[in-house]
C-alpha cells in the first residue's frame, strides 16, 4: 500500500541507494522507461539522488546540477523524462506529495515528468511511438500515402545499404555537426552520452544503423537505446545528400521491417517541431505525452539567473 504522507517520504544520495533494487523496483513499475536505471542516471546525471517511501512503493529520481553556488533539478540532457515509478495506481496522489517535497528541497526546478500533477501547471509535451507488434505488412499499410509514394518508392529504387554495424563514434558526431545549435549543447554533453553507449552496446541495449549509398558514403545514420520494452531513438542524423536521396525514410522503414513482430514499441522521441512531428506520424506513430515541471522560488537577485 502507497503511504501518502510526506513525513514517509526520505531523500537518499546516490551512495545510499541500492542500484540492484533500484532497477527490479523500476523495471517492474508501470512506468518504467530506461532513463530512470541506475546505469542511465550515474552516466548522465551523475549527482541524482531520489526521493523513496518508507514502504518503497513510489520513487522519484531527482537529478541535481550546480550553479553560481545554487543546487537545483534540471532534466538531464538526453533524458526525455523521469517522474514518479510504482507498481500501485495510487501514483497520481503520490506523486504530487512528492513534488512538493523536490519543490521544498530545490528552490528551483526545471523537469520533465512521466505523469502530470493537478496542483502544479504542467505543460504537456509531444512523444511519438509505434508499436512493433503486428508484421511488417500490416505496419506498412498505416504508412501514410506520401511516405509511401514520394518517399520509399524513390528511396527503394536506388542501391542504399541498410548497415548494422555498430558505430557509435559516427553516429554521435554526425548528431553533434546536426543539431548541437539547435539543442543548446555544447561539446562535453556527448562525452556521458557515448560512454553510456559504449557501457550498454555488449549487452545490446545499444545499437546503430546505417544507410550509405552504394559507394560506401554515409547517408544516415541513428543511434538507438533498447531494452525489453522499447527501442529508443535517441539521436538521429541525415547528410544533405542523404536528405535529397530519402535517406532517413528508407533507415526508419528499414528498422521497422527488422524489428516489426518484436512485440516492442519504437520510440521516436519527439517532438514539437512540425517537421519531425509530420516525419514521425507518416509511420504510423502515435502521440504518447509527457510533462514539463518548472518553479523559481530563487530569491532576487539569484532569481535572475534562472528564469
Known amino acids: 500500500m502507497v503511504r501518502t504522507h510526506t513525513a514517509h517520504i526520505r531523500f537518499y544520495n546516490r551512495d545510499a541507494i541500492d542500484a540492484g533494487r533500484w532497477d527490479a523496483f523500476v523495471k517492474k513499475s508501470s512506468q518504467y522507461r530506461i532513463y530512470a536505471l541506475s546505469t542511465w542516471l550515474d552516466h548522465l546525471a551523475p549527482n541524482w539522488g531520489a526521493l523513496i517511501n ?64 493537478e496542483s502544479v501547471s504542467c505543460f504537456e509535451r509531444k512523444n511519438y511511438v509505434l508499436p512493433l507488434q503486428a508484421s511488417y505488412a500490416e505496419i506498412h499499410r498505416r504508412y501514410s500515402k506520401s511516405l509511401v509514394h514520394n518517399s520509399l518508392k524513390p528511396a527503394l529504387k536506388q542501391q542504399f545499404i541498410y548497415d548494422a554495424e555498430l558505430d557509435i563514434i559516427n553516429a554521435i558526431n554526425a548528431y553533434q555537426q546536426g543539431y548541437q545549435q539547435r539543442m543548446q549543447l555544447v561539446n562535453r554533453d556527448y562525452i556521458p552520452l557515448r560512454n553510456l553507449a559504449e557501457v550498454l552496446s555488449p ?20 543511434l538507438f537505446f533498447c531494452d525489453h ?62 510533462y514539463s515541471v518548472k518553479w523559481n522560488r530563487l530569491r532576487w537577485p539569484l532569481k535572475i539567473f534562472k528564469k
Open 54 to 117: 518508507e514502504d518503497y512503493s513510489v520513487v522519484m529520481p531527482l537529478t541535481a546540477k550546480k550553479k553560481y553556488g545554487i543546487r537545483y533539478l534540471a532534466q538531464p540532457r538526453f533524458t526525455q523524462q523521469l517522474g514518479f515509478y510504482t507498481q500501485h495506481p495510487e501514483v497520481m496522489e503520490a506523486g504530487e506529495l512528492f513534488l512538493q517535497q523536490a519543490m521544498h528541497l530545490y528552490a528551483f526546478g526545471d523537469v520533465w515528468l512521466n505523469t502530470p500533477v
Open 203 to 222: 549487452s545490446g541495449n545499444c545499437f546503430t544503423r546505417t544507410v550509405k549509398d552504394e559507394k560506401g558514403a554515409l547517408l544516415a545514420i541513428s
Open 229 to 290: 520494452q522499447r527501442i529508443y531513438n535517441l539521436c538521429s542524423a541525415t547528410t544533405l545528400s542523404g536528405r535529397k536521396r530519402n535517406a532517413n525514410y528508407f533507415l526508419y522503414d528499414q528498422l521497422i521491417r527488422e524489428f516489426s513482430g518484436s512485440g516492442l514499441i519504437l520510440d521516436f522521441e519527439g517532438s514539437s517541431i512540425p517537421g519531425i512531428e509530420a516525419f514521425y506520424k507518416k509511420f504510423g506513430a502515435v502521440p504518447e505525452p509527457y
